[in-house]
């Protein structure tokens, strides 16, 4: 098979892309994402319409977030837009004419990082996705593992925190509410509400309140050396490694690829988690251990992934 | 491929026995655990060939506590018999002139259960082995998963409080010490002393001393309604649901099978740990629910296991 | 000295009492509590002026929750009010003419229960609240402790889950989040949204939803049996006793009152306390346990309390 | 009142002085601690024979580990001697012909600290003993406060971790399993297991495994800059900080005393401590802080304490 189309749906852009059997885009377009529904359905079939023009394309993937049902055609529940029990690939097939596939986004992204990213030459690999939010992907045996029922590799739910704090799906102490983008934020607003002494190059970078730090703030601040900034990320560095430290002993990779938005910050980001993960990996000294590493596809990796997991069948 | 034997070495017995392609057991022995590595590797042998007079075998099995190189081959690290890198495989292949396989108990037993037992008929399985500790064995496609260096599935370490109790693998907070016999009769001595009145039934089963309570008396006291007894049940139940959604979240499994000594009290520790499930699994409304079913081999999934693993080779 | 004048500001209206020396209300009146804080010093005065009308009275108790200062005269900082450095007892005094002292709300209701409620002959009381939040006051040597700076007694806000649910004061963890009015219906709600079927009498009260469940519902339907709103009363239990048990360890009082809103329940809340709480009491047998007693003067704690403080002067 | 002698009883020696009424120490003793309940009532009663000699006092005040009642006399429970209701004060009185006074360890230390060392001119002042385990005191309004029963400030054995670690006294979770010498080593021990390379100065000054490293080694390692000794100090300040922050919500003192074995190290410990105070108490930006100041009295603060005691009568 030979071309087809990813498109990554997010919560406000949509995006679609021609993808060669070698993970390379030869076109792509992006649309702001309806608000309804069926408004999203017709934005994919529009952006797919587009973005084939003067290519032969063969089938297209969709990732999308939520659950995504196990014949990778319904998604089930979606947490941004308002689908339940959506018949996403029916939809999608009749407007366009080609094969459909869906797939959740996040195991999308870890498709695409383990076929032409980081996850090369390994065939047992753990993505995770650090953006607002916590995501990931299991690839065991060379294959993406979507459990028995497609809702494999919810990561960002996982329990890390008895009687922690309240997540959005409804339960408390979710790994996300400790290791995203959106806990980094948290962290350093917390302390530098406590000590703003020790925030004045971050505070300065916003409106000076800790309510106007945002996430690049903390990136910049934390590469200058400003005590909060560089506490708040060793801080998600300490869950997230104890994190992976935990996916270890249930999975045992060859490798971790850590992507999503925080990755872009490179080493200031990773080696911070790779530490920690050697802090709390269990039986470190009797086991061989899994690498950590950055993923190299950046925002692209989603749509990537779910063209060749279209190309897949 | 005929007969095969499988071998569990326990922390006081060594059992052998010769297993056919169905899963029964034709011959068993047992001998007791002996205090050196090498008197292990000899007892192992001597209840190979004790067991295998009169039957034709083609292979063994060995389903050992510990972590098992990836070529199962090598114990890599065992917590009860002092073995460091100790090449299993090869040493006892020399003692008994046939092809050895060399695995994680808990591992042997989760196969054993999903070839024979609990598991027959679903693709993807998780067993979790509630014993004096907790174990268990991830089935994935039709495949036993371990890992990309023969470790995975080392649920019992798995941090499930930060900052939590101190386990024998150095760390703190896992999972087998909240979720496990030993974390079971923690449960009822602490209650017993700190409510006595509450334990009148519980306590006189043993020496009368909150100390003297054994994981047997909780079940007696428990069937009978004593209140500490049905509390600490409970708890346990509440640590082990909550730790099977958590691998819903991960792993997405038609069922989970849970065996051990535990599961033989049935419906006393499996309607808990079914109901707690369902209170903790996250996106519970969305999604089919893994079935929670209790082990149907007991104490001989692990040998039943060993010895199928080495038939498939 | 005779008559004095309480002052209860709560978030929704104010009540002013004239209370004897026995701490008999002789009059009152209740006024709406003003969006303003200027708007809150003109009803305060108002409704003195009403109540006061045909007694003879000496001086004026105010409480207001927040923080007040160690001089009893300034709101430091007050949560529902827009107050901040407000100073409280000059602006009343200026409009009405009489001596005036200013206590936080749930030292003033401690107070009240300890003068003349369920506190009587003891000397030493911790007073706990369980209103929407959690307040309380500590008297030790038949004194009211206010701590050095007026800020003492904050119960609601010590840390009993590290990372745990973030709290209205920018913390996480707050006892105040798992032990109060607000807790138990978030444990019901979950609960109910888990397992449905467990709260069927439950959810009828409300409108049949999780997110209809109010408190007043979990009460009835704990009464009739309801398990989801059995357990969501254990949960709360569990989290008010443990509290208990630290401040035992802390302040060894001879008695904790249990007041607020949630007190009205009696036995219902009280029981499993009280045995939450010798459960978690460290060191149990080798020490008099103090008594766990529901309060008698219900809302007009905090009215008697302030009028009785404003008489000790 | 001129001369009284006061008495530490250690788990190893038993030291008694002769203090005069500025706090000032003019002979000392130190015996060992005899190994059976009667002996330590003997080697008491020697060494205030022995150091007496020469003076003219007037009474004896032993400070003793664990629970000593509200009349002062009785030691309910002792966890290092087997004192099981031990009639102290009398026996002692019978032996050396002077009245005596009994008070827990750590309650005295903190008098002593209040009335002769770095809690001069406080009136409410909470004092932590960070040895081995952690103790402490409260003074609020320049009084000795104990509770109803005599075991007040049992600041060790409040729950700051649910489900945490198992405590002697038979709680899990408890203050001083995080925030004492012992955790300290733990914290070392545990960060140079999983990261040796991180920890080469401190594994150094041991025998070079985890298990050899001290206390010592890690403020001498510290100092010099090892990651892990640095790490260890700042978990450990973690954990005293946000448990200073909570009895700050509690009893809002002016000032916290920091004393014990490792408030010898003075900066090195106490900044970490005060830094971690400031970050984790609520409503910080509201009220006065209490400072956090080192003791100064050392190990005599006990003995100096006791023997005032003694004097107040």
Redesign the interface.
């Known amino acids: 098979m030979g071309l087809t189309i990813g498109v990554d749906i997010g919560g406000t852009k949509i995006a679609a892309g021609v993808v060669d059997e070698e993970g390379a885009i030869l076109a792509t377009c992006k649309v702001p994402t309806p608000p309804t529904p069926e408004g999203v359905i017709d934005a994919i079939a529009d952006a797919v319409r587009t973005v084939s023009e003067g290519f032969e394309v063969e089938a297209v993937g969709i990732g999308a977030a939520g659950?995504v049902d196990d014949k990778r055609a319904t998604v089930?529940?979606a947490p941004n837009i308002n689908w339940?029990h959506e018949a996403l690939k029916d939809k999608v097939e009749q407007r366009v004419g080609l094969p459909v596939v869906v797939e959740n986004d996040a195991n999308a992204a870890a498709w695409g990082e383990y076929r032409f990213g980081a996850g090369q030459g390994?065939?047992?690999v753990i993505c995770i996705t650090l953006g607002t939010g916590l995501g990931g992907g299991?690839i065991?045996?060379n294959?993406l593992?979507?459990?028995?029922?497609?809702?494999?590799?919810?990561?960002g739910?996982?329990?890390?925190?008895?009687?922690?704090?309240?997540c959005g799906?409804?339960?408390?102490?979710?790994w996300e509410q400790?290791a995203s983008g959106r806990a980094l934020v948290r962290y350093a607003r917390?302390?530098a509400?406590?000590?703003p002494g020790?925030a004045e190059l971050l505070l300065g970078l916003g409106d000076g309140t800790p309510e106007g730090i945002e996430g690049k703030h903390i990136s910049l601040a934390a590469r200058q050396g400003d005590p909060v900034a560089v506490d708040s990320f060793r801080e998600l560095a300490r869950w997230v490694g104890?994190g992976l430290?935990?996916?270890a002993?249930?999975?045992?990779?060859?490798a971790f690829i850590v992507g999503g938005g925080l990755s872009d910050e490179g080493d200031l980001v990773l080696d911070p988690i790779r530490?920690s993960f050697?802090?709390?990996?269990?039986?470190?000294?009797?086991?061989?251990h899994?690498q950590v590493l950055a993923a190299q596809l950046g925002g692209k990796a989603g749509l990537v992934g779910a063209a060749d997991l279209a190309r897949q069948g």
């Open positions: 659950y089930l529940f339940r390994h065939d047992d299991i065991i045996g294959k593992r979507r459990g028995r029922f497609g809702v494999a590799a919810e990561f739910h996982i329990r890390v925190v008895p009687d922690g704090l309240l799906c409804g339960s408390q102490g979710c400790y917390q302390r509400q406590a000590t020790n104890s430290a935990d996916l002993s249930l999975f045992d990779p060859s530490k050697r802090r709390w990996l269990v039986g470190g000294q009797w086991r061989p899994a």
